[in-house]
């Protein structure tokens, strides 16, 4: 009994677990792990308050504090209210993007620098001549225009929209009535 009580107390007792204490060599302590990782929480969550607790600031120093802070809720809306425009009106958000088309390389650049310089990244810069960039772009001018003219001429409430022009069959087809069971179903109840 002594012998079977001795090798209890090493394994499980006697205020030391080896079993446990040899597992956790293999594998972390999950209580151990909570326990670091809520002080770590903690620690950040008291340096973050510390950030914005400045009882001192002035009206100027707040005003500058929520001017930073409207960029990346700018871009992200702005962003968003694209997609909605692009479905709620399609025509109208094409005419802008032939607009966009326009802009030359170099200016795209200066975005992605006031940006990526705001947002804390590097920006590399480029070697490409502006005078190239500004050809190619005002050679792109007659397209857009050629494109914008289009899309005005696509609009529903253009006249005659819905012309066939000189198309015979497609004259014909547009007056000859096709297959339409939800207005036989109509009918027929009608009749019925």
């Known amino acids: 009994m002594g012998l079977i009580n001795g090798l209890t107390n090493l394994l499980f007792g006697g205020g030391s677990n080896a079993?446990?204490?040899?597992?956790?060599?293999?594998?972390?302590?999950?209580?151990?792990?909570?326990?670091?990782?809520a002080g770590i929480q903690e620690q950040a969550m008291a340096e973050f308050g510390a950030e914005f607790a400045r009882p001192n600031s002035g009206w100027f120093d707040r005003f500058m504090d929520g001017v930073?802070?409207?960029?990346?809720?700018?871009?992200?809306?702005?962003?968003?209210?694209?997609?909605?425009?692009?479905?709620v009106d399609p025509l109208w958000f094409a005419a802008r993007?032939?607009?966009?088309?326009?802009?030359?390389?170099?200016?795209?650049?200066?975005?992605?620098?006031?940006?990526?310089?705001?947002?804390?990244?590097?920006?590399?810069?480029?070697?490409?001549?502006?005078?190239r960039e500004i050809a190619v772009t005002m050679a792109r001018v007659p397209d857009v225009m050629r494109n914008i003219a289009e899309l005005k001429e696509m609009r529903a409430e253009?006249?005659?929209?819905?012309d066939t022009g000189?198309?015979?069959?497609?004259?014909?087809?547009?007056?000859?009535?096709?297959?339409?069971?939800?207005?036989?179903?109509?009918?027929?109840?009608r009749l019925a």
């Open 166 to 189: 000189s198309d015979a069959q497609l004259s014909i087809a547009s007056v000859h009535p096709g297959d339409n069971p939800a207005l036989d179903s109509w009918r027929a109840l």
């Open 19 to 37: 079993v446990r204490d040899t597992v956790e060599v293999f594998r972390e302590n999950a209580e151990a792990r909570a326990i670091r990782s």
């Open 68 to 87: 930073n802070r409207v960029p990346r809720p700018a871009l992200a809306l702005g962003t968003l209210g694209l997609f909605v425009v692009a479905m």
């Open 97 to 131: 993007m032939q607009g966009i088309a326009l802009v030359p390389e170099p200016m795209w650049w200066l975005l992605g620098v006031i940006v990526s310089f705001y947002f804390g990244a590097r920006h590399q810069v480029k070697n490409q001549s502006f005078q």
């Open 158 to 162: 253009t006249p005659g929209v819905a």
